[in-house]
Structures are given as structure tokens and as C-alpha cells.
């Protein structure tokens, strides 16, 4: 793979604009868990309150956050560790990330010594790249034997177990979206999604592409980046909806949308663009539809999981929750794109006889009359979960949530629900199907993978702007 010549690459990736200071994320808070009080949900600074009855975050007094927006790469990239061989970069020890040249990032940094980068703890490296969908090859290895877990941007799981002996060389490919606020209305003038302030300072707003390197001494002796550009443009999945959806930025939380991109190989890409306490209304008041709407493309897919925050009081009826699935899948189509409707996980709630209680209503039964009427693709999560929970049971279960939360999972949660949405994709026979990573077979939810072989490296501390508060700052 050819590489930019240096100077071109420093060229590519100057940044003439200055960061704003941002503020940091924070941990979802959980919905409003089933026999809550009226008087909880009714008061707008109650963790249940629903979004209608919540102080606006979004009035005109709300400063967004202004980034820097870096260059286009010319062409693909690669860094070698070491010393830099012909149209490639070096890596040392001592290249730090800045908004004008990659290197390592969050004040973490390898060992750099006969060509092999490598650490026993995790390490991370980003560069400065606009938005769009990118290519990333690594060729992992080193001199002692390797187990290799990279995570991209805010968490999301690209690759897990990548086994190299000493000595030995491995090679794998994943492709990956970076994506801005800022967007384009179909006339041309410009807009920006209506961020949260808990998103100031995501890695998945900070226009730079950011790989975690984990497991049990990752090490390996370049790393090429490609933007999918072009010829090399692909199918690109975007997801829509929830915390339960969201790249959860801190462990133990994860959710389902943030492992998926594990379970696909090269040729497609995972855009997750769902959010913390969103419901199908507020993801288009907050321009996060409109946002996807100018990126999307024929030959796309659009997947949608709304439920939990659309049924709190006073926030989005029945009646309103169709309409806005059916015009969001109207709108998909209308691009050339393919809509699929996800219903949403059970919360953890069992009766006394080991059974999983309905905690979502009516709306589950709602999105499935939606892709009935539209023939739209259905992926029944409601009822693959449900079968999950009463496999494992009322105790069993608790493995798959973060901590007390019957609602959000933790990474072996995510993991198992992921699985859940691949045999759904399977199932519905989606032309992405063909792309899912063969080394995995299919899933039967009845049949978990065992939580006491489970092993996924956690990422490390919170990573937050210098002098910000922590990330249980309640939100606006």
C-alpha cells in the first residue's frame, strides 16, 4: 500500500482552527424503572422524568462546542514502528498525538524498539482525519507472543483475540466511521446536530480517528489507513436510538451497537449514531436524523431502536412513535438505503416464576405493526432477549447488566445482545449477512456463551479534557 510522502502528510493534516474548550461525557442515567411513582416522573429533575417535562438543553443560550475541522488525507497512510521506509511514517516512542500529527494519545505510549511497538498495558493512537469511513489495516506482532483487542473511536469493539506468536505476523483489516456535528439541509446551508453537553469531548465528535490497543501485550509493526473514498466506498450501517444503543463511553457500560462492528468483516461499516436518553422524536428535534439523512447513500441501511424513553410519561404516544418509525423508514427508502426496525431488549424484570416480565408496553407490539404494514426488515430483540434472561434466570441474568441497572449492559451484556442482533440480521437475510465474520456462528439465545469464560479488556480510566469535571456531572 502506498503511502503519503511526510511533507504532504503534515500538509493534510494542519489545522488552521483553535479547540474550544469541551465539557465532558457522562454515564447515562437509567429510565424510569417499572412502578416508579407518578411524582418522579413528574418532576423534571428526577432521573425518570421524561425528556417532554426535562429543562430543554437546546435553548439559544447553549453554546455548541466549535472543532477544528483537519484537511482531507491525500491518499492512504502508513506508520511503521521504527524507522520509516519508503512513503510511510515512523513511529517512536516520543510521536504524540497533536492536531498536527499522529501519534500516541491520552498520555499513553508503547515501547518502540526493533520495529515492534508493544506494551504491557493498553496504549492509544489517533490521527487527525475529516469525516467519512476509513480502512484500517494492522500488522500485528513482536517478539514475545501476543493477544491483541483494538477498539475504535468512543469503545467500539473492531477486533478481539487476534492471537500472534514471537516472531510471527498477523495481519487484519476493519473499516471504521469518524463522523462531525456538521452537516449540510438538502438546500445547501449549513446545520449541526444538536449535541448534549455530556458529548463535548466524545472521541466520536473530535474529528481524529482513535484506536485503543489492548489485551495481553499488544504489540504490533504498522498500522495503514485508507479512506474509503470513491471506488472504495461501502455499504455503511448506521444506528439509531438509545443508551442502550449508544458507545457508552466509560466501563463497565457498553452496549449491543458498540460490539457490533466486531462480528462484520472488511466491506461494511458500522456508524453508530445513536444517543443517550433519546427517543424516535427527540433524535429528529436534535437534527441526529437530519444528520444521517445528508450522509446516507443508496445501498445503505438504517437501523432503528426506539422504546425506552419513548414510553416515559408525557414523552412519545403510540399513535406518534408509529408515524415517526413509518416516516423514518419512508425517508431511508426515499434515499436508496435499506430501514430496519429493531425492538427494543426487555429490562431485566422477572415474576415470581422465573418469567420476564413486559417493562416496555405497548411500543415493542407497535414497531413490529409498523414493518408489518411497510414490509420493513424486523429484528425482534424484544423477544430474542426475553428468551436470553429466563435461559440464565433471575440471578444468572445480572452478569449481563452494569452493576444494580436492569436496563444497561456491561461488556459480556453487549457482547450477548450483539449476538442477538447478527442472527436477526441473518434471519431477515440482509445483504449484509454475507460480510458477517464466518469464524463466529450463528447464535441461539437460549444458549449463551458461558459468563465464566468471558473474557473482554476493559478500557482504561475515563478519558477527559484537562480540569473537567468528572463524568457524573448531571446532565442539563
Known amino acids: 500500500m502506498r503511502g503519503l510522502p511526510g511533507s504532504l502528510l503534515a500538509l493534510a493534516l494542519t489545522v488552521t482552527l483553535a479547540h474550544a474548550q469541551p465539557a465532558p461525557p457522562i454515564e447515562p442515567e437509567a429510565p424510569t424503572a417499572p412502578g416508579a411513582k407518578a411524582a418522579d416522573a413528574a418532576d423534571p429533575a428526577a432521573p425518570g422524568a421524561s425528556r417532554a417535562s426535562r429543562p430543554s438543553p437546546f435553548t439559544s443560550a447553549t453554546p455548541q462546542p466549535v472543532f477544528p475541522v483537519p484537511a482531507s488525507l491525500g491518499g492512504p497512510v502508513t506508520f511503521n514502528c521504527g524507522s520509516a521506509k519508503k512513503g510511510t511514517m515512523a513511529l517512536a516512542a516520543s510521536s504524540v498525538y497533536s492536531e498536527s500529527a499522529a501519534g500516541w494519545d491520552f498520555k499513553s505510549a508503547p515501547k518502540v524498539d526493533g520495529g515492534v511497538c508493544s506494551s504491557d498495558k493498553p496504549f492509544f493512537f489517533s490521527i487527525a482525519v475529516p469525516e467519512g469511513n476509513y480502512r484500517v489495516t494492522v500488522t500485528f506482532g513482536g517478539g514475545e507472543t501476543s493477544e491483541n483487542l483494538v477498539r475504535a473511536e468512543a469503545r ?158 408525557g414523552a412519545v404516544p403510540l399513535d406518534k412513535y408509529k408515524e415517526i418509525l413509518a416516516d423514518f423508514a419512508a425517508q431511508v427508502r426515499a434515499k436508496g438505503a435499506t430501514p430496519v426496525i429493531v425492538t427494543a431488549q426487555n429490562r431485566r424484570t422477572f415474576d415470581e416464576s422465573g418469567h420476564v416480565t413486559n417493562s416496555l408496553a405497548e411500543y415493542p407490539q407497535a414497531a413490529r405493526d409498523v414493518a408489518s404494514a411497510n414490509h420493513i426488515a424486523l429484528i425482534d430483540l424484544t423477544a430474542m432477549s426475553k428468551v436470553l434472561y429466563e435461559a440464565m434466570g433471575p440471578e444468572g441474568s445480572k452478569h449481563l447488566f452494569h452493576g444494580t441497572d436492569i436496563t444497561h449492559f456491561d461488556n459480556y451484556g453487549a457482547y450477548e445482545l450483539a449476538r442477538c442482533i447478527v442472527h436477526g440480521i441473518r434471519e431477515e437475510k440482509l445483504p449484509i449477512a454475507k460480510l458477517l465474520d464466518p469464524a463466529v456462528p450463528d447464535f441461539d439465545p437460549a444458549k449463551f456463551d458461558p459468563f465464566e469464560t468471558f473474557v473482554l479488556a476493559g478500557t482504561p480510566a475515563p478519558k477527559r479534557a484537562p480540569g473537567a469535571p468528572p463524568p457524573n456531572t448531571p446532565e442539563p
Open 156 to 313: 467500539r469493539l473492531m477486533l478481539e483475540k487476534i492471537a500472534v506468536k514471537a516472531a510471527a505476523t498477523v495481519s487484519r483489516s476493519f473499516d471504521v466511521n469518524v463522523r462531525v456535528a456538521e452537516f449540510n439541509n438538502p438546500d445547501g446551508t449549513p446545520n449541526r446536530v444538536r449535541l448534549k453537553a455530556r458529548e463535548y469531548g466524545n472521541l466520536n465528535w473530535d474529528n481524529k480517528l482513535t484506536l485503543e490497543f489492548n489485551g495481553t501485550n499488544p504489540s504490533f509493526h504498522s498500522i495503514a489507513i485508507t479512506p474509503l473514498v470513491g471506488a472504495k466506498a461501502e455499504p455503511v450501517a448506521y444506528l439509531a436510538g438509545d443508551s442502550t444503543m449508544v458507545d457508552q463511553d466509560n466501563d463497565p457500560a457498553a452496549s449491543w451497537g458498540q460490539q457490533l462492528p466486531r462480528f462484520f468483516l472488511p466491506g461494511v461499516v458500522i456508524a453508530n449514531e445513536a444517543e443517550s436518553g433519546e427517543t424516535s422524536a427527540s433524535f429528529q428535534g436534535e437534527l441526529r436524523f437530519a444528520k444521517v439523512m445528508s450522509v446516507i447513500k443508496p445501498g445503505d441501511f438504517f437501523f432503528m431502536q426506539f422504546n425506552h424513553n419513548d414510553q416515559k410519561p
